[in-house]
């Protein structure tokens, strides 16, 4: 009987076969495969004696570098940290990382299915200040999803910084922050449709700050993680709590012998009359047109000092003059008002941005990572093109606060 023809065997029952696994890589011994990223393979390897990870991209991504050193530069343990590039010799490009040990949120998504409303607030408001620092310096993520964040010892780490798609914005990551926080609760990624209905299980706070996310009505990372804190403290009080003020409950009496009743009224009577002749005399010896200016001032909000591009001068301590002494009421020496400085215009934020650029030229050693410095001033001057809002210029106007703060020496 002739052979039967060779029958081929079907692709559904053809095992791949990883052939990077077990090479070496650019000093790299590269290891067995923990996950499947939105942009590549992440690979566990061994570099120089110490683990790392590695992270190949897909065929035509590169990413773009400076992003990914200005993630860098953050120095936010929430941002995994890259710590080189290179390419392999079918021309996908890599990255190497610090080592991630643990999941990604996709594939804890796809053991687990939806998260718990506090389990998935408590990632939220995670990420969400991990955004906080990345947009404090103008950098983006552009792609946020479950594939780029992984949980590693009760914490999130944010991969992926540097291939954030054209177009990549801050507003942009808090609307993917809202998306994500349906992911979790539902178990699956939005995409193209549209949220959950009201009442379908989600917590009325959870619920309103994500649709707030999408809604575009949180425009800060900040705000996200204060609402997301916030939340969180409703979910763990349990649903009555979230229905009224938090307030001090009053200390429940202490039994003891209580001490006899003082009658006070004639005291009392005595102390009003005293403070209405007072007040009255005041009035009469008070002179006429002098206005009344409360000496105690409220300190500015925190927001609003780092508006002040440059710190206030100290005053040099003057001695004080006695001067005559007045036998009537004097009045109340007026208060003097603390400067508050509104939102910088973009053309004093693009003369600060020169000016700091050139004092950082006056003190650059041999060493330092001028080029990221820059990198970093730079960002700001595109932010300041065109009409800037006065988000943005406030955004820019705390970004140079913290650039100076961090390569000026003083």
């Known amino acids: 009987m002739a052979p039967a023809p060779f029958q081929p065997i079907p692709d559904s029952t053809q095992v791949h076969v990883d052939r990077l696994v077990g090479t070496q890589v650019g ?44 993630s860098n530069a953050i120095k936010c343990a929430g941002i995994a940290n890259v710590s080189d590039f290179g390419q392999l010799p079918d021309g996908r490009r890599y990255r190497v990382m610090e080592l991630l040990e643990g ?15 506090a389990d998935a607030v408590k990632i ?39 291939l954030a798609k054209r177009g990549a914005s801050i507003e942009g990551d808090l609307y993917e922050l809202g998306e994500l926080g349906f992911a979790l609760l539902t178990g699956a990624e939005l995409g193209e449709r549209a949220p959950p209905p009201l009442g379908s299980g989600i917590p009325e706070p959870v619920d309103r700050l994500l649709r707030e996310l999408l809604d ?37 009496p202490t039994p003891s012998t209580p001490a006899p009743a003082r009658r006070r009224g004639p005291v009392l009577g005595l102390a009003a009359v005293a403070l209405v002749l007072a007040g009255s005399a005041a ?5 006429p047109g002098t206005p009344v200016v409360p000496e105690v001032e409220a300190p500015l909000p ?26 009537g009421p004097r009045p109340p020496s007026p208060g003097v008002p603390r400067r508050v400085q509104g939102v910088p215009s973009a053309s004093a934020l693009a003369a600060e941005i020169s000016r700091l650029e050139s004092r950082f030229y006056k003190q650059v050693r041999p060493g330092e990572d001028v080029d990221q410095a820059l990198f970093v001033l730079n960002k700001q001057r595109l932010r300041l093109t065109g009409s800037p809002t006065e988000q943005d210029r406030k955004d820019v106007a705390k970004q140079l606060a913290g650039w100076r703060r961090s390569y000026l020496r003083r």
Do not use: C
């Not at 992440?42 to 120089?48: E, K, L, P």
């Not at 009035?283 to 002179?287: F, T, V």
């Not at 004080?320 to 036998?327: E, L, Y």
């Open 216 to 252: 575009r009505a949180v425009t800060d990372a900040t705000s996200a993680r204060k609402e997301f804190a916030l939340a969180l403290s409703l979910l763990d009080a349990g649903p009555a709590t979230q229905l009224k003020v938090n307030r001090p409950a009053a200390p429940p």
């Open 27 to 70: 000093g790299l011994e590269v290891g067995a495969p923990v996950g499947e990223g939105r942009f590549g393979t992440i690979y566990r390897a061994r570099q120089a004696g110490r683990d790392v990870t590695l992270e190949v991209l897909r065929t035509g991504l590169t990413g773009d570098d400076q992003e990914v050193k200005a």
């Open 302 to 327: 925190p927001e609003e000092e780092e508006l002040l591009l440059e710190e206030e001068p100290e005053q040099a301590e003057t001695q004080a003059v006695p001067g005559p002494v007045q036998t």
């Open 124 to 162: 939220l408001g995670q990420v969400a200040e991990v955004l906080e620092a990345a947009h404090a310096w103008a950098v983006p993520h552009g792609n946020l999803g479950p594939s780029s964040i992984f949980v590693v010892g009760g914490g999130v780490k944010l991969i992926d910084f540097g």
């Open 103 to 117: 999941e990604s949120l996709d594939q804890l998504m796809q053991s687990r299915g939806k998260f718990s409303a």
């Open 283 to 287: 009035l009469y010896l008070w002179p």
